[in-house]
């Protein structure tokens, strides 16, 4: 049996025999039968319920005539999304805040659970990140298609037709590395936050760890907003009405 968070554990002794069930269907064997369940994947079902009870609560006291002061943050937050959206975009670029909201919000909190103690990052594994880019990645090929159809494919194909062969497999190493670049960037930030605060606590559990939590604050920040920033730029390249 691996080493476990609690909630991890929780999770396995409740839902084991049916995550077990579900994997044998997939042809995946598990290597722990009893804890099939990782603390990644804990932390991110933690994270979306948080979320989910979260935006309930916001959504309960919603008030035109007296707001409140959670009230004015998650406005403010979703009100600086679409003024980015909008300066990155344009016009008609509304449509997108859910989902840029919704994988900022998810990312963030990944990134700042692991300062609790008990609790690690998901973001400090590899497959969280890469999730994330892949389901960018996808959202804003979608996007593109339903706005411009199959014209959009013209845009691998590059502003002539005798350069097509040779820009298309540019083109697709170009957007595959964008996969990439949205992983590395975010997981090395993360794991190196998470490394350097944990050195420091166990050299000197007070006092000097503070300094570098506050900087892990700032990183899980700033790494928010650069993967919620790189994805609007790309659906802004996606959306265009001309390629």
């Not at 990644?40 to 008030?63: E, G, N, P, Y």
């Not at 890469?130 to 996808?138: E, Y």
Request: aromatic share 12%; net charge negative; charged share 10%.
């Amino acid at each position: 049996m691996p080493e476990q968070l609690w909630f991890t554990a929780l999770l396995n002794r409740i839902f084991a025999g049916p995550v077990v069930s579900a994997m044998h269907l997939l042809g995946i064997q598990p290597t722990y039968p009893q804890a099939p369940i990782t603390d990644f994947v804990a932390m991110q079902v933690l994270v979306v319920l948080f979320l989910l009870v979260f935006f309930a609560v916001v959504r309960s006291r919603l008030s035109v005539e007296n707001p409140g002061g959670l009230q004015h943050i998650v406005e403010g937050a979703e009100a600086f999304v679409t003024d980015q959206s909008h300066q990155v975009i344009g016009p008609h670029s509304e449509r997108f805040t859910p989902f840029l909201v919704a994988l900022g919000c998810f990312i963030l909190i990944c990134n700042l659970i692991g300062m609790i103690p008990g609790f690690e990052s998901p973001t400090a594994v590899p497959s969280v990140p890469l999730g994330c880019a892949i389901v960018a990645f996808f959202y804003y090929h979608l996007q593109g298609i339903k706005k411009n159809g199959l014209a959009y494919l013209k845009h691998f194909a590059g502003p002539m037709i005798a350069l097509a062969p040779l820009m298309i497999p540019i083109e697709l190493v170009s957007h595959l590395a964008r996969v990439l670049s949205l992983t590395v960037r975010l997981y090395a930030n993360m794991f190196a936050g998470d490394m350097v605060t944990l050195v420091f606590f166990s050299l000197i559990p007070i006092g000097v760890p503070i300094i570098f939590l506050v900087l892990h604050m700032g990183v899980s920040l700033l790494q928010t907003y650069i993967f919620v920033l790189l994805t609007t730029v790309y659906l802004a390249g996606a959306v265009a009405e001309e390629h």
